[in-house]
């Protein structure tokens, strides 16, 4: 079975700072992964997705991913945050049965 | 773009009571997924459709049960409801079709038990 671990459950940032946040998946298989962001109260958003070709993934709204399969990373980066990036983010993994499992998320508050 | 949507939006339920949450996919989508978030947690997979059939079952409850119609559609039922059960509930949906296709999200339906 899949699993997903972020490292990082709550970072904070200024604006302009530069993010980077930690994925790292365990799967046998071939992997498809993603990144959604999830704003205060409202549902899950995909950012961006990986499923093969360039590991260099660049998504909505600035950001992008690497996939590094040596590692079995897919940290997500932005060079610069705004406040409006303060949300939760999910890195999830889909496997051979197709449903999406989870990372437990990293609250990112970025302060103005 | 149409997209994935959910009702209720808000639902309040006692102890013991029944629920059901309804999900219609975005148009074309063949595939279903119910996901359970509860405070503060990732979501959690519990089950999945495709054309009409089961196709993957998670964590959900012996208490839960769900369908896929056949206008693809998809009801969550929930019975015996626990204090536990309150969450968020999203719905997913994507083309099977495609390999590349990822998942959708409604808006969900957050579920309070009193």
């Known amino acids: 079975a899949q699993s997903v671990s972020q490292h990082n459950h709550h970072v904070i940032l200024s604006e302009a700072a530069s993010l980077e946040l930690g994925c790292n998946y365990s799967?046998?298989?071939?992997?498809?992964l993603f990144w959604y962001v999830q704003y205060p109260g409202q549902h899950l958003q995909l950012l961006l997705k990986y499923f093969s070709g360039d590991p260099l993934v660049k998504g909505i709204k600035g950001f992008e991913a690497e996939f590094i399969k040596s590692k079995f990373s897919f940290n997500l980066r932005k060079p610069s945050v705004q406040w409006s990036d303060t949300a939760e983010y999910f890195c999830?993994?889909?496997?051979?049965?197709?449903?999406?499992?989870f990372g437990s998320g990293t609250q990112l508050t970025v302060l103005p | 773009a149409a997209g994935v949507i959910q009702s209720p939006r808000h639902l309040i339920k006692e102890k013991r009571e029944t629920a059901t949450l309804k999900c219609y996919p975005i148009?074309?989508?063949?595939?279903v997924y119910w996901y359970q978030q509860g405070p503060g947690q990732d979501p959690q997979f519990l089950i999945s459709f495709y054309e009409k059939m089961q196709s993957d079952k998670g964590s959900i409850p012996d208490r839960f049960s769900a369908q896929q119609f056949s206008d693809y559609h998809s009801e969550l039922n929930m019975s015996s409801l626990e204090l536990g059960d309150s969450a968020l509930y999203f719905c997913a949906s994507s083309s099977q079709a495609s390999e590349a296709q990822p998942q959708h999200f409604g808006d969900g339906t957050r579920l309070s038990i009193l």
């Open positions: 799967y046998g298989g071939t992997v498809n």
């Open positions: 999830a993994v889909v496997g051979s049965a197709r449903q999406l499992t």
């Open positions: 148009p074309r989508h063949d595939t």
